[in-house]
C-alpha cells in the first residue's frame, strides 16, 4: 500500500528500518546511545541526507556511518557459499513493489502525480514504471508521460522531486506496454531520452510472438525475479563519469548512469553460467552492432569472469586476460570494476610503450600475481605463452580470454600467434 510510502524522504521507512534492525543490531546500538528513541528517526534522515548528496547507488553499495556506526543498506549475493553471514544478509534483503504512489511532496490542489508502480529494495526506490495495455493506450504513452507529466522538478515551485531526481532515488524508470518495454535513467521533460529494453525480433526491434503470455512478460518474469533484480544492482548499474568541454573551453563532468539494455544483461548472464558449468577451454562469439554498448558488455563480463566461482566453490578462472587495442576500453574497465570493487589492483594495464622484455616480465609477473583482470594488446598478448612457458607455477592455472573486435583482430602474423597461443 502506498500510505506507507515517505514523501519527503522519498523512502519505504518501514523496510529500511526492517533491514538495518534484523542484519545490524550492533550498529543500532551504538548508535542509540546518542539519540535514544530518536534512533528510528536519524537513520532515515541520514540515510536520506547521504542520497541527496551521493545518489541511492553509492548509499546502496557504500552504506552510510553516523556517530562512527557504519550501516549497510542491501547486500549483494556472495560470489561464493565460504561466508555464511553474508549469505544470511542477503537473504534478508526486502524487495517490494509498491502500486499507485503518490509521490511528490509539493504536492497542491491540481497537482497530486502518480506512478503505476514503485520497486524498493530494503526501503529505497530503484525504479518506477508505467504500464499501458496495449488495448486502451500504447507503450508510447507511457513515454510522453514521463516527459510530459513526470518532471523532475516540480511545475511552479520548481523544486526538486527526490524520487525523480536524477540518481538520487530511483535509478531506472520504465515504460512498459503488453508487447514492449522502454528505459530512462534521466528524466529532463521533453528531451527525456528512451533506450529499448527489448530481447529483438528476427535481427530487427522489438519482442518476439509469445505463444504463453504477453510479449513483454520477461521484464516481470526474468528481470524483476529476486535473484536477477539484485544482481543488477550489484553487478551491472554503474555512473559514467566523462571529462567534457564546453565551445569556451570550460571543463565540465558529465554523469550518465548506465543501466544494461536487455541483451546486454542477457549475453553476459549466458557467458558466465555456460563458463561456471562448463569451465575453462571453450569458445564463445558475441556479435554486438555499432554503439550497442559492447564496452560495458566487455567490462560486465570480466568482472563476472573474474570473480566467477563453481557450485563446489571453486575459483573457474585464475586471471582474466582482455586483448584491446582501445585505450578507452581500458579506462572504461578501470573506472566501471572500482565502482563494483573499490579496490585497487584488481585490473592492471600492460603498458605498450616499454621494450618486448619489459612487457613478458610485467605479464609474467601480472599472471603469477594472480591479478584477476589484465589488459594487454594484440602485439603483447603472444607474450602470455612465453610467461606461462617460463612459470611452472602458471601450468595448471585457468586463464579466461576475452577479445575485443576478434573479426579485425583475426588477420595477419600478429593473429597467428595469438591463435597459436589459444
Known sequence: KSEHYDRELALYPDDLLAYIHETQPEAVAKLTKFYHDKTDQQILKRAASEMDKHGSLHVLRHGFKDHGAKFRLCQVKPDHGLNPETLTRYNANHLRVVQEVSYSPHSREGYNPRLDLVLFVNGVPVATLELKSEFKQAVSNAMKQYRKDRPPKAPKTNKAEPLLAFKQRALVHFAVGLEEAWMTTKLEGKDTFFLPFNKGRDGGAGNPPNPDGYAADYLWKDVFARDAWL????????????????????????ETLIFPRFHQWNAVNR????????????????????????????????????????????????????????????????????????????????????????????????????????????????????????????????????????????????ARKVREVL
Open 231 to 254: 544482481d543488477i544492482l550489484g553487478r551491472f548499474i554503474h555512473l559514467q563519469e566523462e571529462e567534457k568541454e564546453t565551445f569556451e573551453g570550460k571543463k565540465y563532468t558529465k
Open 271 to 414: 557467458l558466465v553460467a555456460a563458463a561456471r558449468t562448463e569451465g575453462p577451454g571453450h569458445k564463445y562469439l558475441i556479435q554486438h552492432s555499432a554503439g550497442s554498448g559492447k564496452s560495458n558488455s566487455i567490462a560486465w563480463t570480466a568482472h563476472r569472469l573474474a570473480s566467477l566461482h563453481t557450485v563446489e566453490d571453486k575459483r573457474v578462472f585464475d586471471s582474466v586476460i582482455v586483448i584491446t587495442d582501445r585505450t578507452v576500453l581500458d579506462d572504461q574497465l578501470q573506472e566501471t570494476i572500482y565502482q563494483f570493487e573499490h579496490a585497487e589492483g584488481v585490473v592492471c594495464r600492460i603498458s605498450r610503450e616499454e621494450g618486448e622484455g619489459s612487457k613478458s616480465a610485467q605479464l609474467g609477473e601480472a599472471l603469477a600475481k594472480g591479478t584477476r583482470i589484465i589488459i594487454v594488446t594484440i602485439q603483447t598478448f603472444p607474450f602470455v605463452l612465453d610467461a606461462i612457458q617460463q612459470q611452472a607455477s602458471l601450468k595448471d592455472r585457468s586463464f579466461a580470454v576475452i577479445a575485443d573486435e576478434a573479426h579485425s583482430s583475426q588477420t595477419g602474423a600478429t
